[in-house]
């Protein structure tokens, strides 16, 4: 096929344009835009042949579409930007991957920010989603009560935002998806009870303390609800790396007496915490009991086996798209919220109390 026009050492040099592409071709530069632009029928015909050697020649010099420029005419990028608040949770992976997914199944591009659970952080790295002109916004549920003014933005751009999180008063308007961490810790405190525990520890390792509080209110009110009064001393506040589970376990293993369970935030945390345990000669779940929240890929694989609370991550993840979506769509209709149901996952860390 003939280069008229681009010389080799232009083709390597310069990023190929739709006039190259329509002198490859020997079409005009309004087919090319036609027909790079996936549109068929309407007022111009294209012939299939000229339609397949318009695509050969940008396939040919590596034509790739200005975004910015697209973005402009069509007033849309079809990107979907993603603010993730911990790279090291592979939870928080679970939940991108479901993310990806449904995204690429609906045609479009993801832009993943982390935000290190860093409230200016958080601002900024939505401020650059802002400048990207993203048609939508998956944000965890953080510092997002800081954000009022980049939501407003983002409103006017007629871009969609879901928070993956409970709804607040603050933010009422907002789309959600709610993992249902709530009714799972229900569930867990309700196993450890049955199995005899009454004296449980919680390692509560999180930056921001609305991302645990569902789960810390039912610790209470079912220890409260089985006549046990909630003791400060079994809660532990952490970092969120496995090195401060591992920290908190030990100074929670130092009480006396000793809890006979421990309940930990994510299942990342007790990792370290049943490090420590072993760390000081303890049988589990023979000795102390240990569980977790959202089955993480690795859980089934530790040892012992960790008990856990399961929310279909990835699910979390695609119905965020779907919301996202379904508000680009219709902007007007009322604020959608969804729960993803947890379930008790048991296997072998959690035992009946000593």
């Excluded at 549109?39 to 590596?62: D, K, W």
């Amino acid at each position: 096929m003939s280069t008229q026009g681009l010389s080799a050492t232009d083709a390597l040099t310069k990023a190929p344009t739709q006039a190259d592409v329509a002198r490859v071709a020997q079409v005009s530069r309004a087919t090319v835009s036609y027909v790079l632009s996936g549109r068929r029928g309407g007022p111009i015909s294209v012939a299939e042949e000229t339609r397949q050697r318009v695509l050969r020649a940008a396939e040919q010099l590596g034509y790739q579409p200005n975004a910015a420029a697209q973005t402009l005419r069509l007033r849309s990028s079809r990107s979907i930007g993603v603010t993730i608040f911990d790279l090291n949770n592979p939870h928080s992976w679970q939940i991108v991957r479901g993310v990806d997914q449904e995204a690429k199944a609906q045609g479009y591009s993801l832009l993943l920010i982390s935000t290190i659970m860093n409230a200016e952080r958080e601002r900024e790295s939505v401020r650059e989603l802002l400048r990207r002109r993203i048609d939508g916004l998956i944000l965890t549920q953080t510092h997002h009560n800081q954000l009022k003014k980049e939501f407003q933005i983002l409103s006017r751009q007629h871009s969609a935002v879901v928070l993956l999180g409970n709804q607040t008063e603050d933010l009422p308007d907002l789309d959600t998806v709610t993992p249902g961490h709530g009714d799972g810790a229900v569930q867990m405190m309700q196993h450890l009870l049955e199995l005899g525990h009454r004296r449980i520890g919680f390692v509560f390792g999180v930056a921001a303390k609305p991302l645990g509080s569902e789960r810390m209110a039912a610790y209470c009110r079912l220890l409260h609800n089985a006549g046990v009064a909630p003791d400060e001393s079994l809660v532990e506040y952490c970092g969120v790396t496995i090195a401060d589970g591992y920290e908190a376990a030990l100074r929670l293993l130092q009480c006396r007496p000793r809890p006979t369970a421990i309940l930990v935030i994510n299942d990342l945390l007790a990792i370290g915490v049943l490090h420590a345990a072993a760390e000081q000669g303890l049988r589990v779940p023979a000795d102390i009991s240990v569980a977790g929240f959202d089955d993480i890929d690795m859980a089934p694989y530790l040892n012992p086996a960790l008990t856990t609370i399961r929310v279909n991550a990835e699910e979390v993840g695609c119905m965020a798209v779907r919301l996202i979506l379904d508000r680009v769509r219709t902007p007007d209709r009322p604020p959608q919220h969804v729960c993803v149901p947890a379930r008790l996952i048991q296997r072998d860390s959690t035992g009946p109390a000593p």
